[in-house]
């Protein structure tokens, strides 16, 4: 949303009366669904109900279910539940396209970086400027060192006095 005003199909604006006339049902209606958890209406600080058009469009897919098609309550429930988890998992299904996409690019980017690398040892360019990744020289190596573990001083293996060296 850009503006404040704007309202999306989430927000929840309508009272009962107003959700009740918007999907062609009573409002004892809409308390009964909200009972069997068809609908989930938000509630205010005050505790009244407040639908969104989500809310509503639900609702009539309700109404449609009972009384078109002859569906019971605990159908209809099932039935909206596993629309949501279809829905869910179509989003994860195009967020694992887009995702698998980028991963066919990188792929495509590295085949080529090896078969730019194939080429260069087959031809074996000692050339600067055909290396693959420009390296800065330094005059600086640095070499890293473990601490000693103990203070007392080790005699290398196979010295005189060495206990653990060969047999006499």
């Known amino acids: 949303m850009n503006s404040p005003y704007e309202l999306s199909d989430d927000m929840p604006v309508y009272v009962i009366s107003v959700a009740a006339s918007l999907s062609g049902m009573h409002p004892q209606t809409l308390r009964g669904y909200e009972r069997v958890g068809l609908v989930s209406p938000r509630r205010t600080t005050g505790g009244g109900r407040r639908y969104s058009m989500r809310d509503i469009l639900a609702l ?66 000692v050339d600067p400027a055909a290396a693959l990744v420009p390296v800065r020289s330094s005059g600086r190596v640095t070499f890293w060192q473990t ?21 006499d």
Do not use: C, F, Y
């Open 60 to 125: 009539r897919q309700i109404q449609r279910l009972s009384q078109d098609e002859g569906i019971n309550l605990s159908g209809i429930k099932r039935i909206l539940d596993l629309e949501r988890q279809l829905d869910q998992a179509r989003l994860v299904a195009a967020e694992l396209r887009a995702e698998m996409s980028l991963l066919r690019n990188e792929l495509e980017s590295t085949r080529a970086v090896a078969a730019r690398l194939a080429e260069l040892r087959r031809s074996q360019t």
């Open 147 to 167: 601490a000693a573990k103990s203070a007392a001083p080790q005699q290398p293996t196979g010295q005189p006095g060495d206990q653990h060296g060969a047999a």
